[in-house]
């Protein structure tokens, strides 16, 4: 049974706080793993998909690294906005257009 | 940008009921998946359709549950005789990257 998952599951910031979150996988069968973000009512935006033990990409303020080796990725996003605020999903997969695994996801509210 | 579109947004039926949900897909893409999110819980993988042919599903998409590409644009999930522990956000994908805003299914 594969098991996706992050931490924290909820995380209150300062606008202009930077912040990381984490999302573990099994580390064998690897083929991607992908990050979206989910705000509320809206449809999951497709942030990152990464496929090769450290990989780094970026988007603006957010970034994101993968460990294939031990099983982790991290989402970094420098100087929060309130605009930041939703839910990072991580997500895996093991074959080319296999299904996706998610983990639980983490909320993340920026106050102003 | 492309983007999936899902109806209807809300679907509230009565246990027993049918029920069907629509996605429209990015017209030029090959593969398609329904996933549902219940409450509190992680979203799960439903189903992936390729070439018109089921291609992968879970153990969650029993007998009651079927899909369809009917007509090459709309994308269906139906639900033959709803129970109330289907009560979830059920969310089209057209290939990994490209999720429709769900529909919140209430069964009652």
């Keep these: ?112 | 940008e492309p983007e999936v579109t899902q109806t209807p947004s809300h679907q509230v039926t009565q246990m027993g009921q049918e029920v069907i949900l629509r996605c429209v897909p990015i017209s030029n893409h090959l593969y398609f998946y329904w996933y549902r999110q219940i409450l509190g819980q992680k979203v799960e993988f439903l189903v992936s359709f390729y070439n018109n042919e089921i291609s992968e599903k879970s153990e969650i998409f029993d007998d009651q549950f079927s899909v369809e590409r009917p007509d090459g644009s709309n994308f269906t999930l139906k639900i033959r005789s709803t129970k109330l522990e289907d009560s979830a956000m059920y969310f089209c994908a057209s290939s990994e990257q490209y999720f429709g805003p769900g529909t919140r299914l209430t069964v009652t």
């Design chain 1, 1 to 112: 049974i594969l098991n996706v998952e992050q931490s924290p599951q909820s995380l209150h910031v300062q606008e202009g706080d930077s912040t990381n979150f984490t999302c573990s996988f099994p580390s064998s069968n690897f083929y991607a793993l992908h990050w979206y973000r989910w705000e509320t009512a809206k449809s999951p935006e497709a942030l990152f998909v990464m496929t090769l033990n450290g990989d780094e990409k970026k988007k603006g303020r957010i970034s994101a690294t993968l460990n294939t080796k031990e099983g982790y990725s991290y989402l970094y996003i420098k100087g929060s906005q309130p605009e930041d605020s939703a839910t990072y999903l991580c997500a895996f997969r093991f074959t080319s257009y296999g299904k996706l695994t998610f983990g639980q996801g983490t909320i993340l509210t920026v106050h102003p």
